[in-house]
């Protein structure tokens, strides 16, 4: 049977959720913003009409309230767009049992065979989807259908809101070729002017190149581009349930080769407390028990844990605080080399429902962790938003040791 995978993106997500608690805001230029009192707060989510009046994500609360005198700002609510994104899940769940969630606001969907089974084209079932969604939860989605997971994601990116596209073998040239090079996923801002030096400035041009110059121009593990500009993606759809909320949020890693340096170990811990932060704020959550476990090459494994003072979902509190763990448990160096690392954090809430302990933190650290957050929080709505893992926080690339 064809493969057939549903992309299904909600528009607007979190301004669309405080519309449905607050129609009045559909007729008013929004947008949800970290701390709207705060003129350092950023952007997370705008509404049509702010989005006309040039408000971007990212922009400050500043910025937007610049652009836009009469904006209305609106702080977020993770366990409410948490709450509707699960119920608008469950509505994708009764067709297939293949859901997976990219990120709050999105899932790729395994519907192979699904047209048959409901007796309905592609497209009509798509369309259902969104009839659903909008009748039921009250917002709209964007669906992209295609044959594997890239293409069904730039679907859904194709036209929005409230839109299906369909991109087959027959016209995925028509529709994709055209586009610039950087709409396809995982072309960052460097790989695109590199391309564009080369003359390579649409998605075609790519697609078009022989494989052997792309790999040549591009090196081995960027390569995989032009096989999605070629619609050659074998993804798979995860099985629903296979990313459900959890106690406690960790990843880990054996590295290529041992770590010795201090500056190593600081890269892999980066690294780690990057995919911790993102799965916390994928999910809305903070957390205030830190560990670490490391493991030797001879597999002797040391382990330890520290309770924060305060909740975070920061990268670089997780990292810092990762860092000194490991300082006091291993002693860093020629002796003792670290084949192993694991970052975990627990204790959750959800953000916005931690009993506010600022009166713990001076004035000064409170600025720094806002600040922070700010810079944290416009990476991840970058990556949302063009689906990029391009922009790195103190890592790069280290294909060395094994992370890319
Ligand atoms: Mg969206």
């Given at each position: ?11 607007n997500f979190f301004a669309s959720c405080e519309c449905l608690t607050n129609p009045a805001l559909r007729d008013v230029p929004m947008a949800v913003a970290g701390d709207p009192e705060n003129r350092v707060g950023i952007v997370v989510a705008k509404n049509q009409l702010a989005k006309l009046a040039g408000v971007r994500t990212t922009d400050t609360v500043w910025q937007a309230r610049k652009k836009c005198p009469n904006i209305v700002f609106v702080t ?329």
């Open positions: 049977m064809k493969p057939l995978i549903f992309h299904c993106d909600c528009n977020p609510r993770h366990r409410f767009y948490k709450e509707i994104s699960d119920k608008v899940n469950a509505i994708y769940h009764e067709y297939t049992d293949y859901v997976e969630p990219a990120s709050i606001d999105e899932s790729y969907l395994d519907m192979t065979g699904a047209p048959e089974y409901y007796k309905l084209s592609e497209r009509a079932l798509a369309d259902r989807l969104r009839a659903r969604v909008k009748d039921e939860i009250g917002i709209t989605i964007s669906v992209g259908v295609s044959y594997n997971k890239i293409f069904a994601k730039m679907g859904s990116d194709y036209k929005k809101p409230d839109a299906t596209t369909v991109i087959t073998p027959e016209n995925y040239k028509d529709i994709l070729w055209p586009l610039p090079v950087s709409d396809l996923m995982f072309v960052g801002r460097a790989t695109a002017a590199l391309l564009g030096k080369k003359g390579i400035t649409t998605i075609g041009e790519l697609a078009q190149l022989p494989r052997a110059e792309a790999v040549a121009l591009l090196g081995q593990s960027e390569s995989s581009i032009w096989d999605y500009a070629n619609g050659l993606d074998e993804g798979t759809v995860k099985p629903w349930g296979y990313r459900e909320s959890a106690k406690s949020v960790s990843h880990g890693m054996t590295f290529k080769r041992n770590l010795v340096t201090e500056e190593e170990v600081r890269t892999g811990v980066s690294y780690l407390a990057d995919r911790v932060a993102s799965s916390l704020r994928f999910n809305g959550q903070k957390g205030a028990v830190v560990s670490v476990s490391i493991k030797s090459p001879e597999l002797k494994l040391k382990q330890k844990q520290t309770a924060l003072e305060h909740y975070t979902w920061l990268q670089h509190e997780i990292a810092d605080v990762s860092m000194q763990l490991i300082n006091d448990f291993w002693r860093i160096g020629e002796q003792a080399p670290i084949r192993a690392i694991t970052i975990g954090i627990s204790k959750l809430i959800m953000s916005g429902e931690e009993t506010e302990q600022v009166s713990l933190l001076g004035d000064e650290e409170s600025e720094k962790r806002k600040k922070q957050d700010k810079i944290e929080s416009a990476i991840a709505a970058l990556r949302r938003k063009t689906g990029s893992k391009a922009v790195t926080l103190g890592f790069g690339k280290n294909e060395d040791i094994g992370i890319k």
